[in-house]
């Protein structure tokens, strides 16, 4: 049966590009003749049936905003056998025969897991900052996360430099580094710890102690959360050094923010092609882009592969920092 009433969400941790991905989800669909219905706070809203239906309109004017106009959530009821009963009885007294979802891998195994109960068609869209869902290279919201942390370090690298200081930089990134990587990259960090690569601190100190001796009299070293905290890594170097530390932790800030072009033209291009998957029958897949062309994946893949991090990054950033 082919699809005729599409529910639109956003769940788990927020990314900015969401909107752009609801505005390209919901304009594609009613270019095809679909209605669309926006869900609101992921699965929460969909079991409270906060359900509202959107037209070309009431995505107008979002493509430029951060966070999602839907809001987003995380639902433990969602995850029970009851929460799911109760999900698809709601999907189908609302007529709602298909699902885009964006969010992370949790949100996406949500939906594969109401459609083993019903027969509504999902589709993943995947939004997060972090970038670690297998089966795309890029994630919604990655690029805008880098470069507001890059801006936050540039200014912090102006002020170290004037003080003679050594900042410790803690980026999200709870188990991949690849925030940490390209940050740190781009804004010219003398060290990037990542939750990939075992670290030494001792090493560190020696590669600072050199820096020291070259002239180098300010330093940034950016820090996965997942791989150290900043504040510990400053503890230990401030101890065996007589050098200005100061440690930073980003945090929430790397959420925020309006989509860069590249995150709003990825989302806008996904949430397209996840409407003509749809269209075409596909379901529990989700759309991502792998060398620079759109690929569809099965959702079961991005829960039994595992992304990796190019580490020749990691080398070059290494070889830059002498
Ligand atoms: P993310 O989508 O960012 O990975 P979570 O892992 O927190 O975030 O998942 C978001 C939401 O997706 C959860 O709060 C829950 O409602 C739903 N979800 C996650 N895993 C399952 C599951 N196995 N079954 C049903 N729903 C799930």
Do not use: W
């Not at 409270?48 to 905003?65: A, K, Y």
């Not at 639902?75 to 885009?100: M, Q, R, S, V």
């Not at 019903?118 to 919201?141: H, R």
């Not at 269209?279 to 595992?306: C, D, F, K, Q, W």
Request: charged content about 25%; proline content about 3%.
């Amino acid at each position: 049966m082919g699809v005729k009433r599409i529910g639109v969400l956003t769940s788990g941790g927020d990314s900015p590009g969401m909107n752009a991905a609801i505005r390209a989800v919901a304009r594609c669909a009613i270019y095809h003749g679909l209605e669309v219905y926006g869900i609101k706070r992921g699965f929460a809203g969909l079991l409270n049936e906060e359900i509202e239906p959107m037209t070309s309109l009431s995505v107008g004017g979002i493509i430029n905003r951060g966070g999602t106009i839907l809001r987003s959530a995380r639902c433990e009821e969602f995850k029970t056998p009851e929460g799911l009963l109760k999900g698809a009885a709601i999907l189908d007294k609302y007529g709602i025969d298909a699902l885009a979802i964006i969010g992370g891998d949790g949100s996406m195994r949500g939906g594969v897991e109401l459609s083993r109960i019903c027969p509504v068609k999902v589709m993943g869209l995947p939004g997060t900052i972090d970038n670690d869902i297998p089966g795309t290279d890029y994630s919604i919201g990655f690029d805008t996360a880098v470069n507001t942390a890059l801006e936050a370090i540039d200014k912090v690298r102006d002020t170290a430099y004037s003080h003679d200081r050594v900042f410790v930089i803690e980026v999200m990134g709870r188990h991949k580094g690849f925030i940490a990587l390209e940050v740190g990259l781009a804004g010219g960090a003398e060290a990037i710890l990542i939750p990939e690569v075992p670290y030494d601190l001792a090493n560190l100190l020696d590669k600072l102690r050199e820096s020291y001796e070259h002239g180098k009299r300010s330093s940034i070293i950016v820090v996965a959360e997942g791989a150290a905290r900043a504040e510990d890594v400053k503890k230990f170097l401030q101890e065996h050094t007589p050098y200005h530390l100061r440690a930073l932790v980003l945090g929430h800030m790397q959420r925020g923010g309006s989509p860069t072009a590249f995150d709003r033209v990825l989302a806008t291009q996904l949430g397209v092609f996840a409407i003509q998957r749809l269209l075409e029958g596909h379901t529990n897949e989700m759309v991502g882009v792998e060398g620079g062309r759109l690929v569809a994946v099965p959702i079961e893949y991005i829960h039994t592969a595992s992304k990796t991090i190019d580490l020749r990054k990691l080398e070059v950033a290494s070889m830059m920092a002498i």
